[in-house]
């Protein structure tokens, strides 16, 4: 425990760069430097996106970016006390003091509840001043091995040290704080509020839901609570705890930054009869909605991904089934006709292991492996549906999503009748939860009478209103790409390899994908557009990492020896298509990356669409070459993609420099 941080692992006074990415990865390479992770890319990729999700900075020119990453070996601490100061997203300003959390993975909870000790203690105005105060390193370790030996703050109890006896304090408020990472912000915020209640004379007792664990507030307080906090920017669980009390939803960062406006806004609701009241799971994203922010235009996007991310193992086992079926069955087995040729479904009636068919094993299996595969495509937009609903209203929209995505297959609305539909049943479902209701009602609220009324609502608009108009769009839209040949499929193919480059794995990639992955859900062996789309979605999908692969070959000088070691894993993961692989390169070096993988793998979608090459599987890259027709066109594409990308990326790291190098972090601090 005593080895968290080190002289080695201290940078004072010390210009890390003009902005907090500049500050993370120096610090990333500090800690790859100790061997503490395998490489700074991974390290700093991670913790990027984390501060990517939730600015670090807090109040008192304090920041703390911190993340779990694979990358890392063993919990550590990196601190810098810059010059000059670098802002972190803070309202009052840009940060001195700079913690770098960086955990492993399955950092184990004795580290964790360490890291987020610390994470208290720097709210404490004593404990800043004696950082900056600091003259060396290793005053500035003795100070953090101190507080990390000190108890918990008094009346900062966290729930793990709460009892259940009700408190005396004649206004009582609980909270519940949370965070995506639930290593600094979950703790700091319910420091931050407990301190700020103390001072107005009020009790609150906080839930902490965060990575080292959490202990329920006991019923008792809960039910004495005038009125609930959340602030969380993940769900809060098991919410039907707090049913019927008022109830303040803010991110997390809120409740460091003004934990007094919080509490002061807890303390009107308990006293304001129509103030929002927790109605348990149906109404949790309209809380989140309504009080942290949420644009429409978010939460659209958000629901959208959420049904897409659910919806996808459906497809990717269903679509590898059939393409299996197919190979050992052969495309007939999709096919029926009056004298049963080729019927699978009468195959699978009349005969089993022990009676096989004339056709002989294979076919047999085939027919199996096609009709498990043809089940699971079948949850295809209910699954879309159903999931985008539960994104927008919690669990009660799950019944009523799945109902409409069932309805939307049914009218031949396809794709776009299960986007419609979830949305129809997640928004519904929504505005229901807010009815205020009596008391004795509430409880079937969320497995009854939300589920039941939604899906009335939302099926019956698909059948009775929108599903023929959908499943117009839908034929129209199949028609066209079953059509399309020549120049147009050749755009169509790049403009898909331009989206599955362009975030590596992000919100427009899956756009794509889902595209895609959409169309195999038709069954139709006729029109192989959508196969041919999908093949050139996964085609070009797996040339960014391939790219990069192969450009620190060519190139070594141009790489870190960390980008030279994720080059190797990269070449696995491009013939995998994970497009992901590319990320750490990107991270570091996205103006030169990016563009250069999207040259490569617009190429690749254009060459592919303009072959005819086509996938019957939706995922696995080159190793589902037997579900790929024409298979040796989609490798050539895939070459040229690569190479067309890696000779790009080497030119452009050669001949277009940055106005500001990141020069690797040299120097350590001598004890």
Not at 504 to 513: D, E, R, S, T
Request: overall charge neutral.
């Amino acid at each position: 425990m005593a080895q968290l941080i080190t002289t080695d692992l201290v940078t004072l006074d010390q210009d890390l760069g003009s902005d907090r990415q500049h500050v993370i990865r120096r610090l990333a390479d500090q800690v790859a430097a100790t061997g503490r992770a395998t490489g700074a890319d991974g390290l700093y990729a991670d913790a990027l996106a984390r501060e990517e999700k939730t600015a670090t900075g807090i109040p008192g020119g304090i920041a703390i970016p911190h993340c779990r990453s694979t990358s890392v070996t063993e919990p550590t601490l990196a601190m810098a006390r810059l010059r000059p100061a670098v802002d972190f997203g803070a309202k009052d300003g840009p940060a001195d003091l700079v913690f770098f959390i960086a955990a492993p993975d399955g950092a184990d909870q004795e580290h964790l509840k360490l890291l987020s000790k610390l994470a208290r203690s720097l709210i404490k105005k004593d404990f800043t001043a004696a950082l900056r105060a600091a003259a060396t390193p290793r005053d500035i370790v003795d100070l953090v091995q101190g507080a990390l030996d000190v108890g918990p703050r008094q009346g900062a109890q966290p729930a793990e040290a709460q009892s259940a006896e009700v408190p005396a304090a004649p206004r009582r408020l609980v909270a519940v704080t949370a965070c995506p990472t639930g290593i600094a912000h979950t703790y700091m915020a319910a420091d931050s509020l407990v301190a700020a209640a103390k001072e107005r004379g009020v009790d609150l007792q906080v839930e902490t839901q965060g990575s080292s664990g959490a202990t329920p507030l006991p019923p008792a307080v809960i039910a004495a609570a005038d009125a609930v906090i959340f602030a969380v920017d993940v769900d809060v669980r098991d919410r039907n705890r707090f049913a019927g009390k008022p109830v303040i939803t803010s991110p997390v960062k809120r409740g460091i930054d003004e934990p007094g406006v919080m509490v002061d806004e807890a303390l009107a609701a308990a006293d304001n009869p129509n103030a929002r009241r927790v109605q348990g799971a149906a109404d949790s994203q309209s809380e989140q909605t309504d009080d942290s922010g949420e644009g429409v235009g978010r939460q659209l996007k958000r629901a959208l991904l959420t049904g897409v991310s659910y919806m996808i193992p459906f497809v990717a086992g269903g679509g590898l089934l059939i393409a299996l079926g197919f190979l050992l069955a052969g495309y007939e087995i999709a096919l029926s006709n009056d004298a049963g040729v080729g019927n699978g479904d009468a195959m699978l009636a009349q005969y089993t292991l022990l009676n096989l068919p004339p056709e002989g094993l294979a076919v047999f299996l085939g027919a199996v492996f096609f009709k498990i595969g043809a089940l699971s495509m079948g949850f295809l937009i209910p699954a879309l549906a159903g999931y985008i609903a539960y994104a927008l209203a919690d669990r009660p929209g799950i019944a009523p999503g799945f109902v409409a995505g069932a309805v939307a297959g049914f009218m031949g609305a396809g794709f776009l009748g299960g986007i419609v539909g979830g949305l129809l049943a997640g928004y519904i479902a929504m505005m229901i939860g807010r009815i205020k209701v009596p008391r004795w009602l509430r409880s079937l609220m969320p497995v009854v009478i939300i589920p039941l009324l939604a899906s009335i609502a939302a099926s019956g608009l698909m059948i009775l209103v929108l599903g023929g108009p959908i499943a117009s769009l839908t034929s129209s839209l199949n028609d066209w790409l079953s059509g399309m040949t020549g120049a147009a499929a050749v755009v169509l193919g790049a403009i898909l390899g331009l989206m599955m480059a362009i975030d590596l794995g992000g919100p427009i990639n899956k756009v794509a994908y889902s595209f895609a992955v959409a169309g195999l859900g038709a069954g139709a062996v006729a029109n192989q557009a959508p196969w041919q789309i999908m093949a050139a979605v996964m085609a070009a999908g797996m040339v960014p990492p391939l790219a990069m692969a192969l450009a620190t070959v060519l190139d070594r000088r141009r790489f870190s020896a960390a980008e030279r070691e994720n080059g190797k894993a990269a070449w696995l993961l491009g013939a995998a298509f994970i497009s992901e692989g590319a990320i750490p390169f990107a991270a570091v070096d996205p103006l030169r990356v990016i563009p250069a993988s999207m040259l490569g793998s617009a190429v690749t979608g254009a060459i592919v669409m303009g072959a005819g090459v086509t996938s019957q599987a939706p995922h696995g890259g080159i190793f589902v070459f037997f579900a790929i027709g024409n298979v040796a066109m989609f490798v050539v594409a895939i070459i040229a993609g690569t190479i067309i990308s890696a000779l790009a990326v080497v030119a452009l790291k050669r001949f277009a420099t940055r106005k500001t190098e990141d020069t690797p972090v040299t120097e350590t601090v001598a004890a």
